[in-house]
């Protein structure tokens, strides 16, 4: 199933924008055009603890910040601001956002606010559960003027979520959905394959109904088997198994190959690095501190792949000792991946084909004979 994604899509040369700043201490997603400042919330509003969870661990923040907080951070990474930033948001992550008492999302939220009527930012987003998505919470988003809802779905298999101890149901994602369409919100769906009861089929069919529901954006976080959960108890008694790295990463390149191919935004893949306190918890799974880049550089050797294998396949009656494959300069390092593999795979793949790779200003792959 996988392979057939892979290699039967064809999709454009994409750029890769995402990179990772520090500003005054503060840990700041950063792109050539935008700006997102996280507050995290561990665990907060949360009606239970899921399987896999551990937010202290994932998100490396132990405290639920105040107004204050929410003000001296946003004013304090502003100053540093690129020039080439036009847009810059105020996020709350972790915990279920929309589950925590109003008088705390008011008080959070009016800090965020104040930063956009000030001019420091220009939109405020948050992530919550899907079941904690009614109109009277809408409402107070509403109020506060947050534009975009990101929604821990997770999967779209019952199956898994039960098994996952999610507390949810995918009715109750489309409920979500459909509520924060009605009101005009934008809306993210974050996935993790891996999970209990997952499989890969499993995870592409979560894909694939996420592209039905439009969502603009997606995230996709692997299961890592973090410490003090559910999740390592199960691993410790080998009722869980935890995907390699090598297949999250082929996997993750499907699930972004569905999406790009929808022009759906990829908004992460992967953890955010961890420091040497939450590496220490991490028990097993496939964490990788560039598991973006590795996942998108495999993304560009099959898009490499298929090119030459189509090549090759249409043209069976020439001998194909030696071929040129350009590239497009603007993917360089995703096409050559981590310490070159990519390069070395392709040339290990392609024994008897001396390919030579070059880098050029088109905006697409091609494969010509010398």
Not at 56 to 65: A, F, I, Q, Y
Not at 158 to 180: K, M, N, P, Y
Not at 197 to 207: Q, V
Not at 314 to 342: C, T, Y
Request: proline share 6%.
């Amino acid at each position: 199933m996988i392979a057939s994604i892979l290699f039967h899509r064809r999709i454009p040369a994409t750029k890769n924008y995402c990179v990772q700043a520090y500003i005054h201490g503060y840990s700041v997603i950063m792109s050539k055009t935008q700006v997102t400042i996280p507050f995290f919330v561990p665990h907060s509003g949360c009606p239970h603890r899921c399987v896999f969870c551990n937010q202290w661990v994932s998100t490396g923040s132990k405290t639920l910040p105040d107004a204050i907080a929410v003000r001296t951070k946003i004013d304090a990474y502003h100053t540093k601001i690129p020039p080439s930033v036009i847009r810059i948001e105020a996020a709350f992550f972790g915990g279920s956002f929309t589950a925590i008492p109003f008088e705390k999302q008011e008080e959070l939220l009016g800090a965020a606010l104040a930063g956009k009527r000030r001019g420091k930012i220009h939109a405020i987003r948050l992530s919550t559960r899907p079941d904690c998505i009614d109109h009277a919470r809408l409402d107070l988003l509403e109020r506060y003027e947050v534009e975009t809802v990101e929604l821990g779905a997770q999967s779209f298999s019952d199956t898994v979520l039960s098994a996952s101890q999610r507390g949810h149901t995918t009715d109750d994602i489309f409920r979500a959905v459909e509520l924060l369409r009605e009101r005009k919100f934008n809306y993210v769906i974050q996935l993790m394959p891996g999970l209990p009861l997952d499989t890969a089929d499993e995870s592409l069919r979560s894909a694939l109904t996420a592209v039905r529901l439009a969502p603009h954006g997606v995230r996709i976080y692997p299961t890592v088997v973090l410490e003090h959960t559910g999740l390592a108890d199960m691993f410790r008694e080998g009722r869980y198994t935890p995907l390699e790295l090598h297949d999250a990463v082929e996997l993750c390149a499907a699930m972004y190959s569905i999406f790009l191919e929808s022009v759906i935004p990829v908004i992460r893949m992967g953890l955010h690095p961890l420091d040497a306190e939450g590496l220490a918890g991490i028990l097993a799974g496939p964490y990788h501190p560039a598991f973006g880049f590795m996942v998108k550089s495999r993304f560009r050797r099959n898009q490499v792949e298929m090119a030459v294998e189509h090549y090759i396949n249409s043209n069976p009656d020439k001998q194909h000792r030696k071929m040129i494959v350009e590239l497009p300069a603007a993917g360089r390092e995703e096409f050559i991946g981590l310490k070159k593999e990519n390069l070395s795979h392709l040339r290990s793949k392609f024994p008897h084909c001396d390919l030579q790779i070059r880098f050029t200003d088109a905006g697409g792959i091609s494969v010509t004979r010398d």
